[in-house]
């Protein structure tokens, strides 16, 4: 089964950016995608990316704020994330998936593979 560790999360003020990088074992799964859990919240989906054409995908709360990127020799998906706000505060975890079945990006059934995840805290 494929490995996932997210790394780049940390505390930051308000307008700032962090860029939070996954590191796959191996790069066999066309989707990877990036999740977020904030406090008494249910996971959202935040981007995701396909692996092969490039094709990314955004919630509408970070559209325009962060950018989901690849580099399949270091088998690693990056988010950057500017102009933070306190509402991004939460636990980041990538996951992958080699088709979603049907299901939309963003559903979290769709992923059989997930990282640990990284604590993002937007504050001042």
């Known amino acids: 089964q494929v490995q996932l560790v997210e790394s780049g999360g940390g505390l930051v003020q308000p307008g700032g950016s962090l860029r939070l990088s996954c590191e796959a074992s191996?790069?066999?799964?066309?989707?990877y995608a990036w999740f977020r859990q904030a406090p008494g919240k249910e996971r959202e989906g935040v981007s995701c990316?396909?692996?092969?054409?490039?094709?990314?995908y955004y919630t509408d709360s970070v559209k325009g704020r962060f950018t989901i990127s690849r580099d399949n020799a270091k088998n690693t998906v990056y988010l950057q994330m500017n102009s933070l706000k306190p509402e991004d505060t939460a636990v980041y975890s990538c996951?992958?998936?080699?088709?979603?079945?049907?299901?939309?990006?963003?559903?979290?059934?769709?992923?059989?593979?997930w990282g640990q995840g990284t604590q993002v805290t937007v504050s001042s």
């Open positions: 996951a992958t998936a080699a088709f979603w079945g049907g299901r939309s990006w963003y559903d979290e059934g769709a992923y059989g593979a």
């Open positions: 191996e790069f066999i799964l066309d989707y």
């Open positions: 990316i396909n692996s092969s054409d490039g094709s990314t």
